[in-house]
């Protein structure tokens, strides 16, 4: 029960310390909150409304399933651009409409990440890489900043990808409304600056460290308020968010329209993946600073179960929010309540702030997505990942090309697609390398990256992988091509300290190379055989058929295949004396 319900585990302990921690750090993310659950709902293509009630049920139910004690669960930015580029075909064509689709794919998600997480399937989120979801991120922020350029200049323009956004903003540029951008622009200006100016100001003239932080992030609302009240009071001729419904969100169903289920499975599936590896990165981040743990597949029951929330309380997908889940962190929050007083917050928010939000310009909230998406975009990352890894630079790129240019749904799926092929195609070619002893010592290591001995007549190989069916042909085309540049060789010794699980493919392999090796009059062994695979050997004809010997150290297989030589390596002096007396 303490592992289904980790609020048994702390809620026993909870005392007023903590209390006064959770209510001070619910009241700094509730301001945050709600210009954002405004702003992403409409990213999503949805009523404003919409993001407060996503805001309410899924923070609650966490609090209950959550094993992170400072992730704040809520609408995103990058779930929400999936959200509305999942939806806006669905409505196109008259399949559901806009509410009706982010319910069914917010109770879809929720269904998919429960059953994931009651399977214990957690682990295969390590499946994406991060070069690709770091590229899939930074192409999102670039494509849902560009998508909040014409509300921020009162212009009716939407668009899937890059090239279709700029074209069309291209086209109604001459329509921009002066009023729209007279707003929109200094609020965004505003924003800016407060991210890295506001706090140090607040210092230098002698603000609490802390209560300038909470200033600092308090930046938006701020902008909303003025924003708000000028509209209102000036009468300014610009689009606003307009009535927005009061109350606590009803009880709702999703359409259970079978083609319209099948028609979001995969955006569903996507949105589960992405939104997963999201929390857990943010969630393992954060208790690692306090030394706590998370459980990655009660996360996704969690998560699941918030999901599910959001979308029977009438709201949209939802995740944990990295730049939200900081703040949290960083306000003192101590257990998960903090995110059930976040909840409670936003549930007063709907019922007596909405009625102040009439005159609230679309421009502010334009303004307040851009900044907030911005510091998602990473484009040095590219260079950093080019000095590490060719393969993993060229899969960023595609992946954020490919989301850019032909949308979210494709540049992700060609992500994880990448991702896969990437890791099979490693797995494939595993790290050989051929050793020799190190002069004085009983070590051995590359003789391309070391001043190493060789024993004449025999062949040294490390196999730095565990071997099964997709590499056993590497290997033993790695080893045939030794055996072709040596043809003097009478041993192959494998070394397999590095191999830590065999499958039946790689050991018809062996028994295959076993036998060539024997009628060549080449002798084949092995060295540092750990146990689990040596349990295999044991059951297969491989250990009755090899024509060698299986060794518990490779020293021990080199004094006993060239004694001379190695014995000799223990004096640097004498190797290669000794090497060049057993060659003749």
């Known amino acids: 029960m303490r592992r289904l319900f980790p609020i048994l585990d702390w809620g026993p302990q909870y005392d007023r310390a903590a209390l006064g921690n959770d209510l001070l750090a619910a009241l700094i993310v509730t301001i945050m909150l709600i210009p954002q659950s405004l702003a992403y709902a409409m990213l999503a293509g949805l009523p404003p409304e919409v993001g407060l009630y996503a805001s309410i049920a899924p923070l609650v139910l966490y609090a209950l399933f959550g094993t992170s004690r400072t992730l704040a669960v809520g609408p995103v930015a990058v779930i929400s651009l999936m959200t509305a580029a999942a939806i806006a075909p669905l409505v196109a064509t008259g399949m559901a409409d806009q509410l009706g689709a982010a319910v069914a794919l917010a109770v879809l998600s929720g269904l998919i990440l429960l059953a994931m997480g009651l399977l214990r399937l957690g682990f295969i989120a390590n499946f994406i890489s991060h070069p690709v979801i770091s590229g899939f991120i930074t192409a999102s922020g670039l494509l849902i900043a560009a998508g909040q350029f014409p509300a921020l200049a009162g212009l009716s323009v939407r668009g899937e990808t890059l090239p279709h956004l700029i074209g069309a903003i291209w086209q109604k540029a001459p329509e921009a409304s002066l009023t729209t951008l007279g707003v929109g622009l200094p609020v965004l ?140 962190f960083d306000a003192g929050a101590e257990t998960p309540a903090a995110g059930a007083f976040t909840a409670a917050g936003m549930a007063l928010a709907t019922l007596f702030l909405t009625p102040l939000l009439y005159h609230l310009p679309k421009a502010t ?104 069916f997709p590499n056993a042909r590497f290997l033993e085309d790695r080893l045939l091509a030794a055996l072709a540049e040596e043809p003097g060789l009478r041993h192959v010794v494998l070394i397999c300290a590095a191999v830590n699980a065999i499958d039946t493919s790689a050991l018809e392999t062996l028994e295959a190379l076993n036998a060539r090796l024997r009628d060549g009059g080449v002798t084949l062994h092995l060295s540092e055989v750990k146990g689990p695979v040596m349990d295999r050997l044991l059951r297969s004809h491989l250990r009755t058929e090899l024509s060698g010997q299986v060794f518990l150290t490779h020293y021990d297989a080199m004094m006993a295949l060239a004694p001379e030589v190695t014995r000799a390596c223990h004096d640097a002096a004498r190797c290669e004396t000794a090497r060049a007396r057993a060659a003749r």
């Open 365 to 468: 909230l334009a303004a307040t997505i851009i900044v907030a998406v911005l510091s998602l975009v990473d484009l040095s990352a590219l260079r950093r990942v080019a000095q590490i890894s060719r393969s993993d630079f060229l899969a960023m790129l595609a992946t954020i090309l490919l989301t850019l240019i032909a949308g979210v749904e494709a540049g992700i799926s060609a992500g994880v697609i990448l991702s896969i092929l990437l890791h099979l195609w490693r797995s494939s070619r595993p790290h050989v390398a051929v050793v020799g002893q190190v002069p004085g010592t009983e070590h051995f290591r590359n003789v391309a990256r070391h001043h190493v001995i060789t024993a004449p007549g025999v062949l040294s190989l490390r196999i730095d992988e565990s071997l099964y």
């Open 189 to 328: 200006a505003f924003l800016v600056w407060t991210r890295s100016h506001l706090r140090p100001l607040l210092l230098k003239v002698g603000v609490a460290p802390r209560l300038a932080g909470v200033l600092s992030r308090a930046a938006p609302v701020l902008a909303v308020v003025a924003t708000t009240l000028a509209s209102w009071g000036l009468q300014l001729d610009l689009p606003v968010v307009g009535d927005i419904p009061r109350g606590l969100p009803l009880p709702t169903l999703p359409p259970l329209d079978p083609a319209l289920w099948q028609a979001i499975l995969l955006p569903a599936a996507l949105i589960s993946l992405v939104g997963y590896v999201e929390t857990i990165s943010v969630a393992q981040t954060l208790a690692a600073k306090r030394r706590q743990r998370i459980d990655p597949d009660q996360e996704l029951v969690a998560l699941g179960i918030a999901n599910l929330g959001a979308g029977f309380s009438g709201g949209f997908p939802v995740t944990g929010g990295f730049a939200r889940s900081v703040v949290n």
